[in-house]
């Protein structure tokens, strides 16, 4: 099959490029990844001869392809982008392209596909658009049609709707996301074989293992190196991500990438008129490794007119001071000691509502504690205030105990089947927040806070999963993740608009939440409840694929870490916390005066370094040693940079050997300085190496090359240590 030149569109932004044959019955992608350049006459009839597949042995009569929406009527065997049924009938789609439109703009344009289905009653628009970062945002929507005849009556079940993309054979590695409660984000890389690599989360959020970024790549990619084709589902409900290779490839491409929301059965039954909106899926590519990935979607982020643009506040958060503890006292003088450290913002975890003395009782009743609180929160955030602070607040406000005035009140307020109520977990159940009556509970107990106190910042919980999630009904229990998530999107938004300067971070019990979808209405995540800087570094190397510092937070906790009980040096605890949205999760009433002056002048140095760190391009160095790591962030223009050095246990190699610093402008000239106010990281050597002393003692000038292309010899450090390195052009 051939297509004249003039059916394909080619959208092309940020050295990203991809190339659509609307020729083709269903459209199709012929290329994704690097820019072809603008297609002159000679290159579009380029592609579209080469565009059809071999005709293989013992197989279909006609080249296979691979559409936009592929289905098996054109030969596809895998997974369907689109699935469902008519009560059992009408299963195979036949989409066929009725429209088309292509958009240009300032990004690299959108292109708009209608398809109707022969077989069922249906209207599918694929909606494509790369955005000026190289980000192709994709967009399905299904609508029913009426047919006029009996069939009318009966509700079509959309069973799965996937945005899949197809990428070249030269990938043969996957590499995605899975993780538990205080270690979350533990990469999963394994060789890209022939099959379905699926990833189902069924959990009703992203949760603790959440797949988070799914990146195929050429063998070996590393943070700086190779080429690396990447997908994201911005869904806070049951999420599919596939990684696909059948042996007879994907049209004259090779690998499926891509996912969408997972459906529970019978959950979008849709009639005529009615349609089912699928989440937005990213793709993405870049042949400057991960780091290149991260780099594009930190720039889309940052781009967005709702992104933090002040400067992020230092924050102290009460949790791991105080836990349930609510004495005003002691949350006084603790808020007295973070004023003087230099805090910009406190908030008040879990504990100030309701019977809420621990975590079995009260989580639903959001009217303060007349008990802990006899005068409302108003003492402390008086203080707070007076110190020149912010104030935040926690809120679970999907989440029921049991034992509450709400639970006993509206027993039919809960996510839970009529058979009755499944397991507990952390003693709590979910609340329907679909529900209208609960919903306007919700947003009128939050509201209501926010306006009397003033409240800056929600830290926005969620604990458990979703598990049995249906809304009771007579005439049976219907799955409820979708409605349950769209509701909490409905929610975030309309207290946004009713209060525009409010924050709010997603926190679910540390980093269960953390999805694209939540992020266009949060201003950061609580990424994991561990504080550990050995398990924290880890976790924000790979929290940095996806989301900027500015919108992760790290709390320095207190020596003992609460999760894992490692006893860890305050130096890298301060490193670890600094590229991020720093915080305090520590009591300070308990902290050494050493330890009050460390801080102090950590909290002077954020400041000094924000901008940079929330503004600048993250970069990883790929090192061979697991024991060692060394990032930072580097301002757009190369003008300064920031990195830390760290060690995580011994290793058999006496020195680093040298070590490029990633980012920095070869042709420069940079003075280097090792900030050792936070922490002088203990060294397992006697000295050197000798550029490194005088980057110690007060700065050493060295050339851009030398720094990012040959490489600096570093310090042996001993075992969990760091340090920061500061380099300015001069
Ligand atoms: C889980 C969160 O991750 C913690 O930071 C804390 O807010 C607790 N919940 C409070 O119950």
Not at 42 to 57: E, K, P, Y
Request: charged fraction near 20%.
């Amino acid at each position: 099959m051939t297509t004249t030149p003039n059916q394909i569109v080619q959208l092309r932004a940020a050295g990203v490029c991809v190339v659509y044959d609307l020729g083709a019955p269903a459209a199709r992608v012929l290329h994704w990844g690097p820019d072809l350049g603008p297609l002159d006459q000679a290159g579009l009839t380029s592609l579209s001869r080469t565009q059809d597949a071999a005709v293989l042995n013992n197989a279909p009569d006609t080249p296979r392809t691979f559409s936009l929406l592929p289905t098996e009527y054109e030969t596809w065997a895998g997974t369907p982008a689109l699935a469902g049924h008519l009560a059992g009938t009408r299963t195979t789609p036949r989409p066929r392209m009725t429209d088309h439109s292509v958009e240009t703009g300032a990004d690299g344009g959108s292109l708009t596909v209608v398809l109707r289905d022969s077989v069922a009653p249906l209207e599918i628009e694929v909606f494509h658009r790369l955005t000026a970062a190289g980000l192709l945002e994709t967009y399905l929507t299904v609508r029913r049609l009426a047919e006029g005849t009996a069939a009318d009556a009966i509700p079509y079940d959309l069973t799965s709707v996937l945005s899949l993309l197809p990428l070249p054979g030269r990938t043969n590695e996957i590499l995605d996301f899975s993780g538990k409660w205080g270690r979350e984000r533990e990469p999963q890389r394994r060789p890209l074989v022939d099959g379905t690599q699926s990833r189902q989360v069924r959990r009703g959020k992203p949760g603790h293992d959440s797949p988070y970024l799914m990146l195929a790549g050429t063998r070996g990619f590393g943070f700086r190196n190779g080429e690396v084709w990447a997908s994201h589902v911005a869904w806070s409900g049951n999420q599919h991500w596939i990684a696909e290779r059948l042996p007879e490839g994907a049209g004259v491409l090779r690998t499926v990438l891509g996912g969408g929301e997972l459906l529970g059965p019978g959950e979008v039954r849709l009639r005529p008129g009615e349609r089912y909106e699928a989440p937005r899926v990213i793709h993405t590519w870049s042949d400057a490794g991960m780091d290149g990935i991260a780099d594009r979607f930190h720039t889309a982020l940052r781009a967005r007119a709702r992104h933090p643009s002040s400067p992020r506040p230092l924050v102290l958060n009460t949790w791991e001071a105080a836990y349930f503890d609510h004495d005003l006292d002691r949350l006084l003088d603790l808020a007295d000691r973070a004023a003087q450290i230099g805090v910009e913002r406190v908030v008040l975890d879990d504990g100030w509502f309701g019977a809420r003395r621990d975590a079995t009782a009260g989580l639903g009743d959001w009217t303060v504690s007349a008990g802990a609180w006899p005068d409302g929160l108003h003492p402390f955030v008086d203080r707070i205030r007076r110190h020149g602070m912010q104030f935040g607040l926690w809120f679970e406000p999907e989440m029921v105990n049991l034992d509450s005035d709400l639970a006993r009140a509206h027993p039919d307020w809960l996510l839970a089947p009529s058979a009755g109520l499944g397991p507990s977990a952390r003693n709590q159940y979910v609340l329907n927040i679909a529900h209208p009556h609960a919903w306007s509970y919700l947003y009128e107990r939050i509201s209501a806070l926010v306006a009397e106190y003033g409240i800056d910042f929600i830290k926005w919980d969620h604990n458990r999963d979703l598990l049995e999630a249906v809304w009771r009904h007579p005439d049976g229990d219907r799955p409820a993740v979708r409605d349950q998530t769209l509701a909490l999107y409905r929610l975030i938004d309309a207290l946004r608009k009713e209060h525009p300067a409010l924050e709010i971070e997603s926190c679910s019990g540390g980093g269960g939440r953390m999805d694209l979808g939540i992020i266009e209405r949060t201003d950061r995540v609580w990424p994991s409840d561990c504080n550990d800087p050995v398990e924290r570094q880890a976790i924000q190397q790979w929290t940095s694929l996806l989301l900027p510092p500015e919108l992760v937070a790290s709390h320095v906790g207190a020596p003992e870490s609460h999760t894992t009980h490692r006893v860890a040096a305050t130096g890298f605890r301060l490193v670890t916390s600094l590229f991020a949205h720093a915080g305090i999760e520590w009591d300070l009433t308990r902290c050494t005066t050493e330890e009050l002056r460390a801080l102090r002048d950590w909290a002077t140095l954020y400041r000094e370094v924000r901008d940079l760190i929330h503004g600048g391009r993250s970069v990883h160095a790929d090192l061979d040693d697991p024991a060692v790591a060394l990032h930072g962030v580097v301002a757009p223009d190369s003008s300064r940079a920031l990195y830390a050095w760290v060690r995580y246990a011994t290793s058999g190699a006496g020195q680093s050997g040298r070590v490029q610093l990633p980012g920095i402008e070869p042709a420069g000239t940079y003075r280097v300085r090792v900030r050792h106010e936070i922490g002088a990281g203990s060294r397992h050597q006697s000295a050197g190496p000798g550029w490194f002393e005088a980057a110690y003692a007060g700065g050493v000038i060295l050339s851009g090359a030398v720094l990012a292309i040959a490489g600096v010899p570093l310090p042996t450090l001993n075992p969990e240590q760091a340090i920061l390195l500061d380099v300015q052009r001069t």
